[in-house]
């Protein structure tokens, strides 16, 4: 009577581990995009809170406040309009607070960057410089500066209207237009003679 063998192969051995490291990544990836959506979402509220707090400082002072009023650290410069200005969940620090160039605004604008880059919020590279993707402001506040998409650059000829200068490969380059010439035909001053051509029996060209 014959032993059958009930052990594994080692090409089994390595699909199956193959397998579970494949579930491994899907499971942190998933983690992953869940823990930017929970930071997100706390960074949405956080700012949406700051927002209230300010609007009702106008309404009491008919002035938005500075900066040094909107940071988290010690956070009670808005108060008692809110307990304590939040932080960023993730990093601590205070959110961007922008604000007319004035010591009494008349209007602000608060950013952040969120790291889900999918979510429905998520307005591009806005604010200065580009560094952020997120904000929300006073009714009467002007429209955030902003920068076209890392993977879509402008037209370069439209581009050159306004001033930005295209980049291809990390080579920022100027555009140049190109120009066709145009090659007029010269007068003929005389007849050139033509010269026959001739073949004889030995395949020999003649001219």
Known sequence: MKKINSGITLTELLIVVAII????????????????????SRRKTDIYQIKVAVEEYEKDHDCYPLPQAVICDPGTGLQPYIPKVPCDPRTGASY????????????FRIYTTLENLTDSDYMGSIGPNGGYNYY?????????PTLPPRDQEPDPFTAAEVGFVP???????????????????LPVMGSVPSRRMSVNPGNEIFF
């Not at 869940?34 to 930071?39: A, N, R, S």
């Not at 961007?96 to 209007?107: N, Q, T």
């Not at 929300?136 to 955030?144: E, I, Q, Y």
């Open 167 to 185: 980049r291809f490969c990390g080579i920022r380059t100027v555009p140049v237009l190109s120009v066709t010439p145009t090659i007029k035909a």
């Open 21 to 40: 490291a494949f579930l491994a990544i899907v499971a942190f990836w998933a983690y992953r995009t869940q823990i930017f959506k929970g930071f997100d």
């Open 96 to 107: 961007y607070y922008d604000h007319e160039d004035s010591s009494c605004p008349k209007w």
């Open 136 to 144: 929300s402001g006073s009714p009467n506040a002007p429209a955030p």
